[in-house]
């Protein structure tokens, strides 16, 4: 996705974010095959945005909590150690991105965009989003990702479990 294909008004909205260095940084973790988490998260932002337009919603929560959804500490495919299930990336990274997202954005964020974070691992997180946004995110991100799979043998992969060698 090329920024300077996409409206101005979404622009305006994540450049803060887009531009920092710290999300910048992002461009340098893998997080499905080759797509970067900067790509992905731009992505799941625009797709979201474009949602909550059509359903009316606020979409200017849905930008930003799309694009801060997987702002988690270290690309995690890269991560050897081993880890207790309930302890790996699929489980904890949405409360990483959470204490992320404030460390970095104090000012953008609100409770509703940290409950669009928390909550958009939905169903593998259980607890389910409060916010029509956090549904409209959660969604992006699913719909984004799907795209990316292209064998159900990867899934796993998607949602951050590492497979058990047999
Ligand atoms: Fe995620
Ligand atoms: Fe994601």
Known sequence: MKK??????????ISPILEHPEFQRRKT???HGKVSVYEHCLAV???????????????????????LHDFYDSPWQENTQKKKF?????????????????????????EKIEDI??????????RPPRYLESWIVTLSDKYV?????????HLHHYVGIKKRKK
């Open 4 to 13: 300077q294909n996409l409206p101005e008004e979404f622009i305006e909205i």
């Open 29 to 31: 973790y893998a997080h």
């Open 45 to 67: 932002s625009y797709v979201a945005y474009r949602f909550a337009k059509k359903v009316n919603a606020d979409y200017r929560s849905a930008a930003i909590g799309g694009l």
């Open 86 to 110: 309930f302890e790996q990336h699929g489980f904890v990274h949405a409360s990483e991105a959470a204490k992320n997202a404030w460390k970095y954005f104090p000012d953008i964020m609100n």
């Open 117 to 126: 974070i928390l909550r958009h691992m939905f169903p593998l997180n259980i």
């Open 145 to 153: 990702s799907m795209e990316v799979i292209k064998d159900v043998k």
